[in-house]
């Protein structure tokens, strides 16, 4: 019988099974229908193999980081760090202590909270009989934190990461998975007071960062309910109409305004006059001019609002950030739990035409930064008796801030260090190696950072070409002269100016040497 043997290595290429050795038979002198019959049989016999094989084919891995993340550089990092450290120092500076809560919560203590934006929270899988969530902000949890350890008076601040199933823009600094810098006070207080210490915090932040010009906006939301209301907006879509507005900063009126009267069916008398109020903005002038609008005093809610911003405004003034504080009845931020003052800073000169619009001429602020405000109802939705905690707080929003301090170094070419080795030891000679690890070990102990080189006999050229790439401002150089005179000789990496240094001061005379490099 003529037979002819058809490798499997075609059909492994046309059913994608990997390296399976197996051979197909098939018998010439049979017919065309018995000859697919038994070539569909051990196809479907390599398929059953590979099946079984499960993971031990080999893989293709697709090496990328999943949609609206990144990694992270040693540069990238070092500037992190600095714009952390920057941000701590200034909410300890203000008395605040620090928290950590768990990375997911329970799905029902985020569900309800964030009004629209409800829909960007990441839900995870059943977990042991639980329905669990990524955290969207930090306040939600810091809120369920308050009420259930019975906590009535904190001032805290929490850096985290937190998780936004959004449409990412990695340009602009929106991430699905960021960094989020919280400042809050709890706390029964005098009206405005710790407000307007939060507007100060944030103000102190960019000053010191100094990232470009910037304006904190300011509004009520009591005064954006009363507005709504003396504008015929229906109780029922005050949040919903809120959102709308809160989009101001990043699209045209004319666009939210067909959101208000086409998608969310608000009267379209109704939206024109709330875009006759949202033109307001100014200080204390432009407050006054509103308490005369008797259509906004007729609602009680709104007079409330506009004679809190003016104490806000003057406590501004007494922190002279006044200059830097802007009332703004555009401002809205959607977030369904704020209560009272909000606050948004925005960088000045940054911004963007959205192309969808084809308008040219108009831009939209995109310099968004911090934001905030007063929630005083939150811990009570948590607290079984419903008791409240007033809450004010700020974020700080820093995957932008890095975004342009990298943005700066890179344009200015500034050279990053990413240590902080402030000593390199360095052997002159040959057969040392006993001797830097002696001398590594005596800095270590003194606390002062300390490297060497990993060979036994590395050359001299390559150890001062390493002090000069990592930016290390001091060498300890040891050869044979130096042991037998029990001295180092320490040499400054920027002056390249030398001096021989006793081994029994060798500590203190490092500590000089880095005072004076300002170290």
């Known amino acids: 019988m003529d037979t002819s043997c058809v490798d499997k290595a075609a059909i492994s290429q046309m059913e994608g099974s990997g390296d399976i050795h ?18 569909s049989e051990e196809v479907a016999k390599l398929l059953e193999l590979k099946a079984k094989l499960g993971d031990e084919a080999p893989k293709k891995f697709v090496l990328k980081c999943p949609k609206g993340t990144r990694d992270y550089n040693p540069v990238q990092m070092a500037i992190r760090e600095g714009v952390f450290n920057t941000i701590v120092g200034c909410f300890k500076r203000h008395g605040a202590e620090t928290i950590d809560t768990p990375v997911f919560e329970l799905k029902e203590t985020l569900t309800g909270k964030y009004g629209e934006d ?71 207080f005098d009206v405005m007071m710790p407000d307007a210490e939060c507007v100060k915090i944030v ?31 229906p109780d029922d ?44 903005s100014g200080g204390q002038d432009v407050l006054d001019e509103l308490l005369k609008d008797e259509s906004l005093t007729s609602q009680k809610a709104a007079v409330e609002g506009l004679q809190e911003l003016k104490v806000l405004l003057q406590y501004c003034e007494l922190f002279k950030i006044s200059d830097k504080v802007l009332f703004d009845l555009s401002l809205a931020r959607g977030l369904d739990y704020y209560t009272g003052v909000i606050y948004e800073a925005c960088l000045q000169g940054y911004a963007y035409t959205p192309a969808a619009s084809g308008k040219e001429e108009e831009s939209v602020s995109v310099g968004s930064v911090a934001g905030g405000g007063r929630y005083d109802n939150l811990v009570g939705m948590f607290d079984p008796k419903g008791k409240k905690v007033p809450c004010v707080g700020v974020s700080i929003g820093v995957e932008r801030i890095f975004a342009i301090m990298e943005q700066r170094a890179l344009a200015n070419n500034v050279k990053i260090r990413t240590t902080e080795t402030e000593v390199y030891v360095v052997s002159a000679q040959k057969h040392l190696v006993e001797h830097r690890l002696r001398l590594c070990q005596e800095l270590w102990d003194a606390n002062i950072k300390t490297e060497q080189s990993y060979k036994k006999n590395p050359r001299a050229l390559d150890q001062f070409q390493y002090c000069e790439t990592n930016g290390i401002p001091i060498a300890i150089i040891i050869g044979q002269s130096e042991i037998e005179n029990n001295e180092v000789t320490m040499k400054n990496t920027q002056t390249r100016v030398e001096r021989k240094v006793s081994r029994d001061s060798l500590v203190s005379e490092i500590r000089k040497e880095l005072a004076s490099l300002g170290q």
Not at 22 to 39: G, M, N, Q, R, W
Not at 204 to 215: C, S, T, V, Y
């Open 22 to 39: 197996h051979t197909i038979c098939i018998d010439h002198e049979k017919s065309p229908l018995v000859k697919k019959a038994s070539i």
């Open 118 to 188: 409800s829909k960007l929270i990441y839900d995870l899988k059943d977990q042991g009989g639980e329905l669990l969530s990524l955290r969207y902000d930090l306040t939600v949890p810091f809120a369920r934190y308050l009420a259930m350890n019975k906590i009535n008076t904190i001032k805290r601040y929490h850096i985290a990461k937190v998780y936004r199933r959004d449409n990412p823009s990695m340009t602009r600094g929106r991430f699905r998975e960021f960094y989020q810098c919280d400042f809050d006070i709890a706390g029964q």
């Open 203 to 233: 103000a102190e932040i960019l000053a010191q960062l100094d990232i470009g010009d910037f304006k904190i906006r300011i509004n009520h939301r009591k005064l954006l309910d009363g507005m709504f209301a003396a504008c015929g907006v």
């Open 237 to 280: 879509k005050f949040r919903t109409i809120c959102s709308a507005v809160d989009k101001l900063d990043k699209t045209f009126w004319e666009d939210v305004r067909a959101e208000m009267v086409d998608e969310k069916g608000l009267a379209p008398e109704a939206a024109d006059k709330i875009g006759h109020f949202v033109k307001f």
